[in-house]
Every structure is written in C-alpha cells, then in structure tokens.
C-alpha cells in the first residue's frame, strides 16, 4: 500500500475533519503490509454511548492511540491522525521512535475500510503523548520531537459550528517520584493552550484516564497564552523538517539535555 492510498483512509475526501490529518508518519515505515503489525483493539471502559456532539482527543503514547481511536470508530467516531513528527530516513536513532507507531497507522487502514463511519461524524483527534517527552539530544540523532500548536486543530467557532459541544481529553495515569504510588492526571501544556480557547468559547471540558467514566475539568489558563512568544520559544527548541512536520538529524558538539513539556 502506498502512503497516498493509506492517507486516503485515514483522510477521506468526505470528511470534514480531513483538512486538518497529517500524513507524514504514512512516509517511512519498515514494512506498509497493512497486515505486518497486529492492533490491539479493546473495548472502550470511559465511554459508555456515542454522542454526535462530543469530539474527542486522544493523548496516549505509540500505538496506543492508534488502538484506542480505533475502537472509538467502531463506536461511529471519525480518527483523525495530528502527528506531526517523521521518522528518520534510515528508521533508526530516532530520539522518539515512531516505527510502531507508523505500523500500527497502516494496519490501521484495513480495519478503517471495514468500519461504516458517517460522513458527520464527530471527530477523534489523535495525538502521541510522547511528542515532547524525550531525553539524550545527542550529535547524530534524529531529533522528531514536536508540538501540536492551536492551528493544528479546528477553532473553536469551527466546532461549535458543527455541533460540537463537548470535548474529552483521554489520557493515562503517570507514575511520578521514581515510580512510587504518586500518580497525576495531565494534560500536557501544548494541549492546554488549545482547550483553554475552546473553554472560553464555551464547550465543556472533560478528561478520562480510561479507568472510569470522563468528568468535567476546568483548564487553567496556559503560560504565555495567545503570546507570539510562546510559539516562538517552542519551535526554536525544535527541529522543524524542510519538507514539513518535525525531523532533523543533530549536528555539533555532544551534549545531553532532559526535554519535557513543564
């Protein structure tokens, strides 16, 4: 399957949430047999109906989110893939490896054209919770990090335009303080900059860790929000691609830096 015939799946000329799905992890993968990775589709625990006016973004790590947006479309949602940062060209040193992740996109295509999804159904955005979370920026790794930016999804007018009322943020429980029995709920700070424009325009927020039903949230609002400086200070930390998304290879001296989104 070429990645034009992939991306088509995923990004159906009859969907209205086409214009904002990204194709570039459909560019370089392994292996693009639809049937050489195998999905793990579970039934969805946090959701218990589908709702024509409630979007849905989904934050979890590698394939994960594949599967689980997956399983949302089985439900009627349309998956709409925002990942936004390549794999390297010779598929290795990545600092955030996205092979699985790739593979799992293109095994996704055959269980895609086998599910009937209306042409209004309400959209699953789909996101890599990794996507800042990296260590070891080091000389000769390909540094495809990257952050998901307020145009990268629909405004808010757009939404509540289409009968979006309300949003579920689906993330995970994160073990803090070296794996001792301190957990968080977070939504990463990229993604709060988005919500909190959807939360003044009114659309109700909600959050689910996939251990129970999705509760309403307040979105506290974002440093630097709706600052030129805050994009600014994001993309100089990042390696954007010539050809669009995120993916560089690292020159110059060695080094070690932690990266993360606080």
Same mark, same amino acid.
């Given at each position: 399957m070429t990645k034009i015939e992939a991306f088509k799946i995923w990004a159906p000329y009859n969907s209205i949430w086409t214009e904002w799905a990204k194709p570039v992890l459909l560019e370089k993968t392994q292996d693009n047999d639809p049937e050489s990775f195998m999905l793990k589709i579970h039934n969805i625990r946090w959701l218990?109906?589908?709702s024509q006016n409630t979007a849905i973004i989904i934050d979890l790590p590698d394939e994960k989110s594949v599967e689980e947006s997956l399983a949302l479309a089985y439900m009627g949602y349309r998956p709409v893939p925002l990942y936004n $940062?390549?794999?390297?060209?010779n598929l290795k040193d990545m600092i955030i490896d996205v092979n699985n992740l790739s593979k799992?996109?293109? +095994?996704g295509t055959d269980q895609l054209t086998s599910i009937n999804i209306n042409d209004d159904a309400p959209p699953v955005f789909m996101l890599d919770s990794r996507r800042m979370k +990296?260590? $070891?920026k080091n000389p000769g790794m390909y540094d495809n990090r990257w952050? !998901?930016?307020?145009?990268d999804m629909p405004s808010a007018s757009f939404l509540i335009k289409h009968n979006i009322q309300n949003i579920i943020v689906r993330t995970e429980l994160t073990q803090?303080?070296?794996?001792?029995?301190?957990?968080?709920?977070? !939504?990463?700070?990229d993604l709060s900059h988005i919500?909190?424009?959807y939360q003044e325009a009114g659309i109700n927020i909600q959050l689910s860790c996939g251990n129970d039903e999705a509760k309403d949230i307040t979105i506290s609002k974002p440093p630097q929000y709706n600052s030129i400086f805050y994009r600014i200070s994001v993309i100089v930390g990042l390696s954007k691609n010539t050809s669009g998304g995120f993916g560089r290879q690292i020159p110059g001296i060695k080094n070690t830096v932690e990266i993360n989104d606080n």
């Open positions: 218990n109906n589908f $940062g390549r794999c390297s060209p799992a996109l293109y +095994a +990296a260590w $070891g952050c !998901i930016f307020p145009q803090t303080f070296f794996l001792k029995v301190f957990y968080e709920n977070k !939504i990463q700070q919500l909190y424009r």
